[in-house]
């Protein structure tokens, strides 16, 4: 299985990359590179930003779901 996050959406395999989902929304509007971090198959983390602030993403269901996590403010 592999997941491809790109500006605003996410997209997955289960053939080693043959076949893919269509690409789905996410809040995320510019992933970092590397950020996408994979807990088990039904959880993951992933940090972008959204309107030029660092934004946390969070799924607990494979990625069907995202959900924004509030960060703290910048001191």
Do not use: M
């Amino acid at each position: 299985d592999w997941w491809w996050v790109g500006p605003g959406q996410w997209a997955s395999t289960r053939d080693g990359g043959t076949t893919w989902t269509t690409p789905a929304g996410i809040d995320v509007q510019q992933p970092l590179p590397g950020t996408l971090q994979i807990v088990d198959r039904l959880h993951a983390w992933l940090i972008g930003n959204l309107r030029s602030r660092s934004v946390l993403e969070a799924t607990a269901d494979g990625g069907r779901h995202w959900r924004l996590v509030p960060l703290p403010a910048r001191p």
